[in-house]
């Protein structure tokens, strides 16, 4: 996010444009707190909005619940006003004819693939234009608009067939809900399973995933087997239930030896 700067925004008059997946509240809180902290700066501040309801939501939510929230999240927000999800710079778009084409700003919209909706709408009508970026935040899936923009074409496709030049300046920051490979390498050693199965994912990626794991469980001399799954195949992972019979009274007197018979039990 260290390219979007208020005083850059401010003096290109330029739109940023951040497709999210609708379901990605917590993320998309997390890029507007980090938004609000930048738009700080020096500079007039350039509007951001997003298309979706949640920080209406979010901020009902935070008025009727208890004070020790309230004191809690201001805290840790580090926070000078009481509800920390009322943005001074943020509204919430009922559509994109909302939005006011004479400053800059930014607009976080969905969906995240930019295969249709508001924020395709958008970009078709900001792709043009190489004072404008769009940032892709999420995961971007191989096939999808999202993805093809990240290889800086020439040009891509409208909606309508229509080809448009891609003149806009394209980002990818890290900021989707997946783990890493140190997250989920971490995971597993603190775990140890004997069985790792790896799903959601693309096969290139997650081949190159389950290498590097199976190489940390080998120099370790752990025992893992890592499974990857096609969609609705099946896999046989055995289980060797342990049986315990714990012995009292004066049966445990005299330690048991291997092959004894016990009477009594």
């Not at 995933?209 to 990857?228: Q, S, V, Y």
């Amino acid at each position: 996010m260290s390219s979007v700067r208020a005083g850059d925004l401010a003096t290109c008059h330029c739109k940023r444009l951040e497709p999210h997946e609708i379901l990605s509240t917590v993320q998309v809180l997390l890029l507007t707190i980090s938004l609000q902290s930048i738009v700080k700066g020096p500079g007039p501040a350039p509007d951001i909005s997003c298309a979706a309801r949640l920080f209406c939501n979010f901020a009902a939510i935070f008025d009727i619940t208890a004070d020790l929230l309230r004191s809690c999240c201001c805290h840790c927000l580090a926070l000078q006003f009481s509800n920390p999800f009322q943005f001074n710079h943020v509204q919430v778009l009922k559509s994109g004819a909302v939005i006011d084409e004479s400053g800059p700003c930014v607009v976080m919209a969905t969906p995240s693939m930019l295969q249709s909706g508001l924020s395709r709408e958008l970009f078709e009508a900001w792709c043009e234009s190489p004072n404008n970026t769009v940032i892709i935040a999420d995961f971007a899936v191989q096939g999808t608009l999202a993805r093809d923009i990240l290889s800086s074409p020439q040009h891509v496709l409208s909606r309508t067939g229509v080809k448009l030049p891609l003149r806009c300046k394209v980002e990818s920051i890290s900021f989707s809900a997946h783990a890493d490979y140190d997250q989920t390498r971490l995971f597993l050693d603190e775990l140890q399973p004997p069985n790792v199965v790896l799903v959601h994912g693309e096969v290139n990626e997650m081949m190159r995933l389950r290498g590097a794991l199976e190489r940390t469980a080998w120099e370790k001399g752990w025992k893992r087997a890592l499974h990857t799954p096609k969609t609705d195949s099946s896999i046989y992972i055995p289980f060797q239930p342990k049986h315990v019979a714990h012995v009292r009274g004066r049966l445990a007197v005299q330690p048991a030896k291997p092959g004894q018979a016990l009477r009594g039990v």
